[in-house]
Every structure is written in C-alpha cells, then in structure tokens.
C-alpha cells in the first residue's frame, strides 16, 4: 500500500562511542571474540545465563530485529544456527536456548542474538534467566577455547 508506513527500515543508526556493541565490534572494549566475519561478530556474554552464553550482533549498530536490512538477516541467523550446533560438541550440551529480545528488556540497544547452551535439568523455567558471573579469568577463557576449538570445524 502507497504511503503505509511498516516500521521496516534498512537505515541504520549512526554508530556511537556509548553503544557497548559498537565498542567491542570496532575493537575499544575488550571481549571474548568467539567468532568475527564481515557482517558479525560473536562473543560471549559477561553475566552468563550458563556458562558459554553467547552474543550475536551486527558488526554496523542496528537497534531492533525490524532495522536490520534484509542482506545482513541470512548472515546473522546463519552464525545462530551455527552457534547452536558448536554448543553441544564443545560444552557438551544437549540443545540450546536462541532469543532475542526487541526493545523491551534489551539490556543493550544494539541488536543482539543470544545463543544459550542448555541441558536437560539445568534449572532454566520459562523466561526467567538467572544470571551469574564467571568464575574468574581462567574459567571464561577455558569455556571460549573450548567453543572456538569446535568452532573452527565448521569455518
């Protein structure tokens, strides 16, 4: 329909130094870089829901799923379902968890697809995400050489 406005825009927003995701995918904030391309970029989440929590985003600052152009939708979801595969050989889950939150409760304003490994009894109900904190340096790094060993079977 002429004139009827959708809420799909393939502008972006203007990539800012306040933007965490922006910081990590130009490389001025440290991260766990599990996974980097043209378009994307995978690292694994801070506040873990368990431990190998990992963040999807596009490298060009998106807020929300319907800003997202159409040429960077197969290339974002294409890491996710390979993600997804990568967590059961390295941390020997049984499936995972793939979401995304769009606008209401995104911690980060900046697209983002978590990819979350899961086990039969883990504890996770429903949408409520307990989160908790690595251990310490070693743990994170141990949890990331793991999923990037795995990883590089299927790049």
């Known amino acids: 329909m002429a004139g009827r406005k959708t809420g799909l825009s393939a502008e972006k927003n203007e990539d800012t130094p306040e933007c965490l995701f922006c910081r990590i995918a130009s490389g001025l904030e440290n991260a766990h870089i599990l996974h980097e391309d043209e378009f994307t970029i995978a690292f694994l989440d801070i506040k873990p829901v368990f431990a190998g929590h990992t963040l999807i985003v596009p490298k060009i600052h998106y807020e929300l799923l319907e800003n997202i152009p159409d040429h960077l939708i197969k290339p974002l979801f294409k890491i996710a379902r390979l993600f997804s595969v990568v967590m059961k050989e390295s941390l020997n889950a049984q499936g995972s968890f793939v979401a995304m939150n769009n606008k209401v409760s995104q911690s980060v304003p900046h ?45």
């Open 111 to 155: 697209f983002h697809i978590h990819v979350i490994p899961r086990s039969k009894g883990d504890g996770l109900k429903g949408f409520f995400w307990p989160r908790k904190k690595y251990d310490d340096e070693h743990q994170i790094n141990t949890v990331a050489n793991k999923i990037k060993k795995v990883l590089k079977c299927y790049i």
